[in-house]
């Protein structure tokens, strides 16, 4: 079983940047990908960005591509979400997942996983 806690969430002024942890525990961690998906209010849940644990490999939604970044730390078993020049619009509750299969890193359905989430709030 995979368990997955978030933090660094909280409120920031419009411009400024935020780094979301994700730690993760379970004996198959070390093969899973791993994505942050946000949910605003009233709005569905969306992709945000995905790291592959093994390759390296991430992918960004357009919407924050050039301002976030993904990374990890697979010593810690740690996935980090640095948000910077963060805009009104990038409120939300941000989810960390972890996925085990193959398949589309935005396809909220893949993945087997979920943290409880952690609140960003952005002001203008």
């Known amino acids: 079983q995979v368990q997955l806690v978030e933090s660094g969430g909280g409120l920031v002024q419009a411009g400024g940047s935020l780094r979301l942890s994700c730690a993760a525990s379970g004996r198959t961690v070390s093969s899973a990908t791993m994505g942050w998906f946000r949910q605003a209010p009233g709005k569905d849940r969306e992709f945000v960005a995905a790291?592959?644990?093994?390759?390296?490999?991430?992918v960004y939604a357009d919407s924050v591509k050039g301002r976030f970044t993904l990374s990890r730390d697979n010593a810690k078993n740690t996935a980090y979400l640095q948000m910077n020049s963060l805009k009104p619009e990038d409120t939300a509750v941000y989810y960390c997942a972890a996925k085990l299969g193959i398949g589309s890193y935005a396809y909220i359905p893949g993945y087997d996983h979920w943290g409880q989430g952690t609140q960003v709030t952005v002001s203008s």
């Open positions: 790291i592959t644990w093994s390759g390296g490999t991430t």
